[in-house]
C-alpha cells in the first residue's frame, strides 16, 4: 500500500530523490513521514509533510539539503536529497500517519510511529 522508490549510490555533494506513492489506503488525509536506519543504529526520524502538503518538518541535520513535497493529496510525495554526505548513508523509509489533525500527526511521527510503512530503499553517500 506505501510503494516507496528512488535511491541508490552517489558521491557527497551529490543529490538523490526518493518517492513514497501510497494506494488502497483504509483511510484519507495522513500525513507522510521519512525515516532512516543506518547499519548498527536505530531508526531516526528524517522529514514529514502533512496531507494538503502546506506543511512540512525536518531533523535537525537534513535542514537546508532535504525538501520533502507533494504537489496535491492524491500524488506521491517526495524526498529530494541535495548536498548529501556520507553520514547519510542508510536504508530510508515512508510512512503514513493518521490522526485528528497535523499536530497529532506531527506528534506520532516524531515518536517514530507510522500506520502503513513503505519497504526500505537504499541510499549510499561515498566519500
Known amino acids: 500500500q506505501l510503494q516507496a522508490s528512488g535511491g541508490g549510490w552517489v558521491q557527497a555533494g551529490g543529490s538523490l530523490r526518493l518517492s513514497c506513492a501510497a494506494s488502497?489506503?483504509?483511510?484519507?488525509?495522513?500525513?507522510t513521514g521519512w525515516f532512516r536506519q543506518a547499519p548498527g543504529k536505530e531508526r531516526d526520524f528524517v522529514a514529514a509533510i502533512s496531507w494538503g502538503g502546506g506543511t512540512t518538518y525536518y531533523e535537525d541535520s537534513v535542514k537546508g539539503r532535504f525538501t520533502i513535497s507533494r504537489d496535491n493529496a492524491e500524488d506521491p510525495v517526495y524526498l529530494q536529497m541535495n548536498s548529501l554526505k556520507p553520514e547519510d548513508t542508510a536504508v530510508y523509509y515512508c510512512?503514513?500517519?493518521?490522526?485528528?489533525?497535523?499536530?497529532?500527526?506531527?506528534?506520532?511521527?516524531?515518536?517514530?510511529?507510522?500506520?502503513?510503512w513503505g519497504q526500505g530503499i537504499q541510499v549510499t553517500v561515498s566519500s
Open positions: 510512512t503514513v500517519v493518521r490522526g485528528s489533525d497535523w499536530y497529532e500527526q506531527a506528534a506520532r511521527l516524531a515518536a517514530l510511529e507510522g500506520d502503513y
Open positions: 488502497g489506503l483504509p483511510f484519507s488525509s495522513y500525513a
